[in-house]
C-alpha cells in the first residue's frame, strides 16, 4: 500500500514517487477536495514536460501514466495550478482548495474516416481505443480516449490514500467545478463508479432529495438551459444529492436510474426538491 509522507507519495516498498518539482505552484493549503482531471496531451512524458515548465503556468500535484506510471510535481500541501477559474460549495478558486490529479489521455476527440478518431494535436486513435457518448454539459457527441483498467487501478489506490490521509470531503471533476469551460475529465472516465470506491462509506452521510413533481433537470443554472438529454425530465420522488449550489438552482447527483442511464447530474430549481428524513 502507498503512503503520503510529509506530503509526498511514497511506493509501499518506501520509495518515493519519481518526483520532478513543477515551478508553477504557490501558498500553502489545507485540501478539502480532489479534482480529477485528463491531460489532453500525447504522451505521459509530454504532459510532464508541459506541466513543469514555466511557460505552460499549469501544473498538477500527480500525473498517473496509462501504464500506472505516478510522477508528483508539488508537494500535497502546496497550491498548484491545476482548476483555474473555478468555483464549488461557495468556494471560488479551487487551486486553493484541491489536490489536482493528471490522467494520461488525450481527451475529446473528432471523428476521422471509417472507424477512427483525431485527437486536437493530429493523431488518430482507432474505434476501439475510444468512447463516443456526449458530455453532460454538451449536446453533441464527440470521441473520448477509454482509461486503462491499471491507470484507473492506481488511480483509485493513489485517490484512496490522499481521501484517507488528509480528510477530503469529495472527488470531483474539472468540468463539476468549471462546468462551462472544461470538460475534462470527461464521459469515458467512470466518476461515479470512482468515487464510491474511493469514499467508500462516506458518501452515505450526505443529505438525500427527491423531486415533488417531474422536474426538469438542465444543463445550466436557470431555464434559458437546454435539458440534460436521456434523463429529463426527472420523475416524480427521484433521489438525488445536491453538490453545488447557484442561486435558487441546485446542481444534484442523480442516485436513481432514469431511463437506464445511471450517472446522471444537472442543474434543478431548489422549489421542487425536498429532504429525505
Known amino acids: 500500500m502507498m503512503k503520503v509522507k510529509n506530503h509526498r507519495l511514497y511506493h509501499d516498498n518506501d520509495l518515493q514517487v519519481d518526483y520532478v518539482p513543477s515551478p508553477n505552484r504557490s501558498q500553502q493549503i489545507d485540501p478539502k477536495y480532489l479534482i480529477m ?26 500525473l498517473i501514466g496509462r501504464d500506472g506510471e505516478i510522477a508528483q510535481m508539488v508537494p500535497f500541501n502546496i497550491k498548484a495550478w491545476h482548476a483555474g477559474q473555478s468555483s464549488w460549495n461557495n468556494l471560488e478558486g479551487m487551486n486553493s482548495y484541491a489536490i489536482g490529479i493528471e490522467l494520461d489521455n488525450a481527451g475529446k476527440m473528432v471523428p476521422y474516416g471509417n472507424n477512427r478518431w483525431r485527437s ?16 453532460k454539459h454538451e449536446d453533441d457527441p464527440a470521441g473520448w480516449q477509454v482509461f486503462t483498467e491499471k491507470q484507473l487501478e492506481v488511480a483509485v ?9 488528509y480528510g477530503l470531503q469529495e472527488v470531483i471533476g474539472h468540468d463539476d467545478v468549471s462546468p462551462f469551460r472544461k470538460v475534462d475529465p470527461g464521459p469515458a472516465f467512470p466518476m461515479q463508479s470512482f468515487s464510491s470506491k474511493v469514499m467508500g462509506r462516506r458518501d452515505d452521510e450526505v443529505p438525500v432529495f427527491v423531486t415533488t413533481t417531474a422536474l426538469n433537470i438542465r444543463v445550466g443554472p436557470g431555464t434559458e438551459y437546454e435539458q440534460v438529454p436521456e434523463i429529463s425530465p426527472l420523475p416524480k420522488n427521484t433521489r438525488v444529492i445536491v453538490i453545488n449550489s447557484f442561486l435558487n438552482w441546485k446542481y444534484v447527483d442523480v442516485i ?3 431511463h437506464a442511464t445511471h450517472d446522471g447530474r444537472g442543474w434543478v430549481h431548489s422549489r421542487y426538491l425536498r429532504e429525505v428524513e
Open 37 to 62: 482531471h485528463y491531460t489532453a496531451g500525447s504522451s505521459f512524458r509530454s504532459s510532464l514536460n508541459w506541466l513543469t515548465n514555466p511557460i505552460s503556468k499549469a501544473s498538477a500535484h500527480l
Open 120 to 135: 486536437w494535436f493530429g493523431k488518430v486513435y482507432d474505434d476501439d481505443e475510444v468512447l463516443e457518448a456526449t458530455h
Open 157 to 165: 489506490e493513489v485517490a484512496t490514500i490522499l481521501v484517507n490521509h
Open 256 to 258: 436513481d436510474p432514469i
